[in-house]
């Protein structure tokens, strides 16, 4: 069993900036990738980012790819997503992912 549980989403200005956290907790997460997706209505969920835990491997849809960043605390078993240069289209429910397990998923609302 795996629990993730996701903060720090918000409103903000296009152009600014938003840090949300995915603690995780349960079975050895540490030997899986941790990912972000986010969805909005009527859309499919989409692939954000993700992280191996191992060996700290990143890798970043296109379309986020250098304005985020996916970082973790070991000690804290929590990862980051960094958000910066949010624009409009950033809009989503943002969830936190591991293998099978997802977490309850935090909005994101960019105004412009």
């Known amino acids: 069993q795996v629990q993730l549980v996701e903060s720090g989403g918000g409103l903000v200005q296009a152009g600014g900036s938003l840090r949300l956290s995915c603690a995780a907790s349960?079975?050895?997460?540490?030997?899986?990738?941790l990912n972000w997706f986010r969805q909005t209505p009527g859309k499919e969920r989409e692939f954000v980012a993700a992280?191996?835990?191992?060996?700290?491997?990143?890798y970043y849809a296109d379309c986020v790819k250098g304005r985020f960043t996916i970082s973790r605390d070991n000690a804290k078993n929590t990862v980051y997503l960094q958000m910066n240069s949010l624009k409009p289209e950033d809009t989503a429910v943002y969830y936190c992912?591991?293998?099978?397990?997802w977490g309850q998923g935090t909005q994101v609302t960019v105004s412009s």
């Open positions: 992280l191996w835990w191992s060996d700290g491997t990143t």
């Open positions: 992912n591991s293998t099978d397990y």
């Open positions: 349960g079975r050895t997460v540490s030997r899986y990738a």
